[in-house]
């Protein structure tokens, strides 16, 4: 190797790598105890961990190219290359593989990958390079509303898929956006979106009318003073109360007849311990799961799994729900039940642990770019992450619906593993010309 490599590659911050590779080798020895039998030999081509390897290696290969190329490629393709996600995500539209309901697969022979996990390697160059523009103020509304739409366009899009969960990762872009100067009122906002779908779901829809009309009139009361002096404080707050009974009235209930899928609506009342409303009943009639199904049934087995692992887990390859597959999705969105089950607390809290050491040195690494553009897309590998790895593991012990989110370097899947891998390994080659201001 030529002293000029050898200096490229003394620059890779290797903390980082490190985490990223011991994470990859858990989720293959994970998937390797999901499938692997007694009796089967070691070595099976057409096992779903060997697929896993192939992947790591392509991962690999192509995280060697991205060393090797000189960072300000990465700033200069980052608006076609968003253009260029666009596009598949529109013609998987039409053109997509139909996989459990969803048609957010491209498929070529038997070659699959899903658009929706390459496109976040995309959105977050694109967000990264928007934001970072000389000419990019980002505390006007008219550029953070361009902001919000490269997050939500690819969504948008994953939505008309019918792949709702993956489409939910997109909205982590708005606390990279918040750490670029995105006001409070957002994010108070955002929470109070999420607290009035949940409002919507627990109340009775006419209940929820007089609470929110009673709670605008005492705030009406409170404020009465500046109400009387200013004209557009009645106008925010007839407009607000109208804005909440709207949202909760119509869009909610729209939402769930015309967009979310019927598991999704069966695991999302699951999650919050309540009975699908009987307006919903015919959806659920007519969909995959079938009304009297039981429909916790994953996050049943998965807490069970997991419970039985108890402090130090049964063993490597001794997990009784993991050989006999009493856990649905074992190998791709169930699969951290496979490390609860086999090694317990311990070894579930070690697990958390390398994932929340990966996410804080992402941080170290976004604050110490010189360039704004790698610092925002250091940030968006960050939420990138976090948003998998929490929902994630919130699903499988019943604190989150089943929406199918993968758990980054562990569950099985090449679109993801690749995903996940380029994103580290972008991140790995701007760092390594962290004194340079990138454009």
């Not at 490190?18 to 994470?23: A, E, Q, S, V």
């Not at 995309?122 to 006007?140: C, D, G, V």
């Not at 361009?146 to 997109?170: C, D, F, N, R, S």
Request: proline share 3%; charged share 15%; aromatic share 12%.
């Amino acid at each position: 190797m030529s002293t000029t490599h050898k200096s490229l590659f003394s620059r890779v911050d290797a903390i980082t790598f490190l985490l990223y590779l011991t994470l990859v080798i858990v989720g293959l020895l994970a998937v390797f105890s999901v499938e692997h039998r007694t009796a089967d030999p070691i070595i099976m081509m057409n096992k779903a961990y060997m697929k896993q390897v192939m992947f790591f290696g392509i991962a690999l290969f192509l995280g060697l190219i991205i060393i090797l190329t000189d960072s300000k490629f990465f700033s200069n393709i980052s608006f076609l290359s968003y253009t260029g996600g666009l596009f598949l995500l529109f013609i998987t539209i039409f053109l997509g593989v139909d996989v459990k309901g969803s048609r957010s697969w491209l498929g070529v022979g038997s070659f699959r990958f899903q658009p929706g996990e390459v496109c976040k390697i995309f959105t977050a160059l694109a967000l990264a390079k928007f934001i970072s523009l000389p000419e990019t103020n980002f505390k006007t509304t008219k550029h953070r509303l361009v902001g919000v739409a490269i997050a939500l366009v690819p969504a948008v899009l994953i939505v008309l898929q019918k792949e709702t969960g993956l489409a939910l990762v997109y909205f982590c872009f708005f606390l990279v956006m918040y750490r670029e100067g995105l006001p409070n009122s957002i994010l108070v906002i955002g929470f109070s979106l999420i607290a009035l779908v949940l409002a919507t779901l627990l109340i009775d829809r006419h209940i929820l009318f007089i609470i929110l009309t009673v709670l605008a009139i005492v705030v009406g009361f409170i404020t009465r003073d500046t109400l009387k002096r200013h004209l557009m404080a009645w106008i925010m707050l007839v407009g607000i109360w109208a804005a909440c009974m709207l949202f909760s009235q119509l869009a909610v209930p729209f939402a769930f007849k015309h967009v979310l899928q019927a598991h999704q609506i069966d695991r999302i009342f699951s999650t919050i311990g309540q009975q699908v409303p009987e307006e919903y009943q015919r959806k659920l009639e007519d969909g995959e799961e079938k009304k009297g199904n039981s429909s916790d049934y994953n996050v049943i087995q998965s807490k069970i799994a997991i419970g039985s692992g108890g402090f130090a887990g049964k063993g490597y390859l001794n997990g009784t729900s993991t050989k006999n597959e009493f856990v649905p999705e074992q190998k791709t969105d169930f699969i951290f039940c496979a490390i609860g089950e086999q090694f317990g607390f311990l070894g579930s809290l070690g697990l958390i642990s390398l994932y929340v050491l990966l996410m804080l040195r992402i941080i170290y690494l976004a604050e110490r770019q010189r360039s704004p553009f790698s610092r925002i897309y250091a940030y968006c590998v960050a939420c990138i992450l976090f948003f998998h790895f929490a929902v994630n593991i919130s699903m499988t012990i019943g604190l989150a619906p089943v929406i199918g989110i993968t758990l980054p370097f562990l569950s099985y899947g090449g679109s993801s593993l690749l995903a996940f891998s380029i994103l580290i390994f972008i991140l790995l080659r701007l760092d390594m010309d962290r004194q340079m201001l990138i454009r």
